[in-house]
């Protein structure tokens, strides 16, 4: 649920801080890295976050599999 | 020995292509050295090439006279037909757009990044897309933004957004914008709650406000920092988002063909076998089949061993012939949108960057079945003008003949004045008998359909 929320509010934010941000010639990449530095933080907290909640069921689910080997044998 | 250099091969400095005796190169030049260092050394090319997400290739001895300042000489495998991204369904646009992705974060675990992400740079082989450029690498730094993102998001994200809310021949603007359809194009053109969606407000709708705001006023490039955990966070949003767009497949004008055909069992049936003995008579290698529709026929080729190019211009129907193949792992058909009547033309620098349909034709069959009556009577082209366009394809030709009297024609017949009066079996035998041997004439059971087997005449 808090996740969501945040996947709501993020697009909501650049949206809201991006326009203030005016910068240089008339060149195509600078918008899109200016874009990447403005919401790279988040996405890759978010990234960090799932990759961490991923890795710690697929441990625990390891986990059981190895219990379940070893009352196996 | 002939060689020629890709006309398109003139963007990168850092190698080009050429082709000698019909098969491709690619110069490695110096400026690639530390790259072609650290990507021989990371694993990166190997690790692609495994799972066949990368063209195969070799390193070829060559002597440094012949290219000079070149550092290697590859020889990648080749492609069995070039198509274009305007050219491709919306799921095979979308499989290419993932490829790149899954690329882009395989770069970064090994120490690279993609410095572009043009949709160029994919092709269909084997059912599948794969990513053609080898040299399509840097080392990665960390902190550097992925100065490829803007051309993703113009060649993939926007085209799959605009097809996905509805505007599925707006994949065609590719031809018209070599680069990738504009953002702000893109977001003037999807309705504000097709476009409520995290990952399309910040990487189409922030993004394109983001370049408006940089290409105004200020004086220098900004000083951007990524994190490595930000660029495999921006790499995962966009595969979610890519993910997530999906083709609301609508009736369009052919996409029920054949649950709306006036044929019968009995005619589709005798249809299928009188196709079927002309292919095995035929034994074609290359077929293309002229609007294939969903590949009812195309597979009848592909059966007997073909390699198929299957299209038509209706993009729904493509990308359900795509999906169907895909689900049935079906590796030698290409289905493709291509309008006779309108045939991608060649595009960009001094018309040579991309070559028109028709100079990448090398079938040896073309089939045209149920097409005649709709390019003569729907668009007012003359039988001989037919019989001259396909005596340029191929050498081989199947096509059936739809007479007047056939309820499909006195359909299209009953909304406007009947002015063919030169559509007749007669004229039409007469018309491609000019170009054409007549090997065989076979009429479809239960129909008053004829079957024709031509060859051309040399």
Known sequence: ?73 | MTSTREPSSFRDPDGFVFFEDGLPFRVVNSSFQEDFDAIKSSGLWQSLQKVGDLIGHEEIKFSEAEFLGAIAVLKPEKVPFISYPYEWGFSQLKDAALLTLRIQRKSIALGMSLKDATAYNIQFIDGKPVHIDSLSFEIYREGNPWQAYGQFCRHFLAPLTLAAAGHIDTQRFLMAFMDGIPLDLAVSLIPLQKRLKPGLLLHLQAHSKSLNSASVGGSSRPKTKVSKAGMLGLVDSLERTIASLELHHGRTKWSHYYTDTNYSAEAMESKQNLVGVMLDQIQPKIVWDVGANTGEFSSLASDRGASVVAWDMDAACVDRHYRDLKEKSKKNILPLVNDICAPSPAIGWGLSERKSFFERADADTVMALAVVHHLAITNNVPLSMISETFSRLASNLIIEFVPKSDSQVQRMLSSREDIFYKYSEEEFEAAFGKKFELIESVPVADSKRILYHYRRRE
Do not use: H, W
């Open chain 1, 1 to 73: 649920m808090k996740n969501q929320r945040t996947n709501r509010l993020l697009p909501c934010l650049a949206l809201v801080t991006l326009p203030a941000l005016a910068f240089g010639y008339i060149d195509g990449a600078t918008g899109s890295m200016l874009m990447q530095a403005a919401v790279s933080g988040i996405l890759g907290l978010m990234f960090v976050g799932r990759t961490l909640i991923t890795n710690l069921f697929r441990s625990k689910k390891s986990v059981s599999a190895v219990e379940c080997e070893s009352t196996q044998q």
